[in-house]
């Protein structure tokens, strides 16, 4: 009996850890789509693709502007925009534009661990935007993202927090141009929590649990095979 509560017990932890973790945490099991520089690091050179640009036409509905999200065609940045997201005044649709950049602000003192990127829209955003950038698993994960509002700079740090695997997301008020990374010196952001540690854990307390009980089940089988031999013995006799 104790081999079925030990499995039960088990499967109700890995359910509770599973709930706690963000939606999409097994994908991190599966090799990361290769990132697209527009300038690669050395070992990122071998098939680097140029990176994509994105493109988003918002409808404007009755004086407000439509939810929606801009992306680029490669995935490597989403901006996600509530309804009501834009100063619509004389607007019958918002055109958002992401372009990959190699002119962008000098970073100065902070390493990028991706590209910089220019997001524009025709109209200014009136409440903040969800923004999610990729990033490559060949160079160190970045700590926070970066915005510059003009082309002279300077680089703002606008936060950031662990989202998907090989991810960061933040919110920002402003558009401009924007890029990963982390201050010189600094470093950099762990690419796993103990949040995402704890479905490892539970995994292995499951794999162990069965593990542990095939032997248990192997004697009572060579137990139970046992009798039967012995009744047949018994009978004979």
Do not use: C
Not at 35 to 63: C, E, F, M
Not at 173 to 186: D, E, I, K, M, V
Not at 196 to 212: S, T
């Amino acid at each position: 009996m104790r081999r079925p509560i030990l499995l039960g017990a088990a499967a109700t932890i890995y359910m509770a850890a599973a709930w706690m973790v963000a939606p999409g945490f097994y994908d991190g099991f599966t090799p990361p789509q290769p990132y697209n520089w527009t300038s690669p690091p050395p070992q990122a050179r071998a098939g680097n693709l140029p990176p994509r640009s994105g493109h988003l036409d918002i409808k404007v509905i009755d004086g407000v502007s439509d939810a929606n999200s801009a992306f680029t065609e490669d995935g490597q940045v989403v901006i996600g925009f509530l309804p009501g997201a834009f100063d619509v005044t004389g607007k019958t649709s918002i055109s958002v534009d992401i372009t990959p950049e190699t002119n962008f602000p000098s970073p100065n003192s902070l390493h990028f661990a991706t590209n910089a990127y220019l997001i524009t829209a025709d109209a200014p955003l009136v409440k903040r935007a969800n923004l999610v950038m990729r990033y490559s698993d060949l160079v160190p994960a970045p700590s926070f993202v970066y915005l510059a509002v003009g082309a002279n700079g300077p680089w703002k740090s606008i936060g950031g927090t662990e989202g998907q695997p090989f991810t960061i997301q933040t919110t920002t008020l402003q558009l401009g141009y924007f890029a990963a990374g982390y201050p010189a010196g600094a470093t950099s952001r762990s690419r796993s929590g103990s949040s995402q540690l704890l479905p490892i854990a539970v995994a292995v307390l499951i794999l162990g649990v069965v593990v542990a009980g095939i032997p248990l089940t192997i004697v009572r089988r060579r137990r139970a095979a046992g009798g039967v031999e012995k009744e047949a013995e018994d009978d004979e006799e």
